[in-house]
């Protein structure tokens, strides 16, 4: 069997990831301290979730691993939002708790 | 008929794909544990808005984008220590995993420092100046202090579980073509650096 050598990232691109991820926390930290309340919430979800994309696709491998483990991912993500989406539907449609 | 023969003359059974999606699926049961405590944040904070604003400005920006920075670094020796592996030089590896529980340690007392100070202040539920907070800044800091507790029981954890691969390293069990707990516990400490890359911002981000 062909072992996965052959696919593994340098450790000069992993020394780069480790970099771009510092970039998006000092980014992620500036724009706390600048007043876009309506979005702020957003652009730190966003920022994070930029973030653990690229943990989770070069530091845990996914990338180099079997797709079906990228498939269970996407799949657990999904199961996740829905219980998101599907409680603020709730709270959104109910009548305001005194 | 002689199947048991040819079993016993092979190697010992592996199969590493299997051991790694093993890993994941409970990795997913440990997404789904926060994932219902971000659930429970979310709802909270869009009830109270603004306590949980008024709350977070306790926190300190400086010691969680301290303790980020270090995290994500102990994420790169973890997954270098990996590569290094690969490449056959244990020595190496084990030396970057030793690196990697310095810097769970450094992020254990910088929290160490911050809790103290928020419990100084009487912040932690139960004690007296919790008791006078409004509801909404009561339930930031319970929040805060069950989640970020939480998270740092999942440090302590996979400190342990690095330890156990470095003392495998030592014994000679994972090499160069022998690596899976290796790279199972990297999958770990990974995920508990994706958890605190999420804790950060709703915690301590919030102005």
Redesign the interface.
């Known amino acids: 069997m062909e ?1 996965n ?1 052959s696919h ?4 000069k691109t ?2 780069g ?2 970099i771009g ?2 970039i998006l ?2 980014l ?2 500036e724009a ?2 600048v ?1 876009f309340r309506a979005f ?2 957003g652009v ?2 966003f ?2 979730t930029a ?2 994309f690229i ?2 696709y ?4 996914l990338k180099f ?2 797709k ?2 990228s498939i ?2 996407l799949v ?1 993500g999904v ?2 939002l829905t ?2 989406i599907l ?2 539907f709730d ?1 959104a449609f109910r009548e305001p ?1 005194v | 008929m002689n199947m048991n023969q040819t079993i016993s003359d092979h190697a010992v059974h592996r199969d590493d794909e299997a051991s790694k999606i093993g890993m994941w699926l409970f990795l997913f049961t440990e997404l789904l544990l926060f994932g219902g405590l971000f659930l429970v944040y979310t709802i909270y904070r869009n009830l109270n808005p603004d306590a949980f604003a008024n709350a977070s400005q306790e926190l300190s920006v400086a010691f969680g984008t301290i303790n980020t920075v270090v995290l994500i670094t102990s994420s790169l020796t973890v997954a270098l220590s990996i590569s290094t592996i690969k490449d056959n030089k244990p020595k190496m590896a084990k030396n970057l995993l030793w690196l990697t529980l310095i810097l769970a340690a450094v992020f254990m007392v910088n929290k160490y420092f911050e809790w103290s100070a928020k419990i100084h202040h009487g912040l932690f539920p139960g004690m007296e100046h919790f008791m006078q907070l409004p509801p909404g800044e009561a339930l930031f800091f319970f929040l805060y202090f069950f989640m970020t507790g939480l998270h740092a029981l999942h440090i302590v954890a996979g400190s342990i579980f690095i330890g156990v691969v470095i003392a495998q390293l030592n014994k000679g069990k994972i090499k160069y073509d022998d690596y899976i707990l290796q790279e199972n516990a990297g999958l770990y400490w990974h995920l508990v650096d994706v958890i605190w890359i999420y804790l950060f911002p709703l915690f301590y981000l919030i102005h």
């Open positions: 072992n050598h593994s990232i340098s450790n992993y020394i990831i480790w991820l510092l926390t000092f992620s930290v706390s301290f007043q702020a919430v730190a979800l920022i994070a973030k653990a943990v989770a070069y530091f845990m491998h691993d079997s079906i483990i269970m991912v657990t199961v996740f219980f998101i409680t603020f709270y708790i």
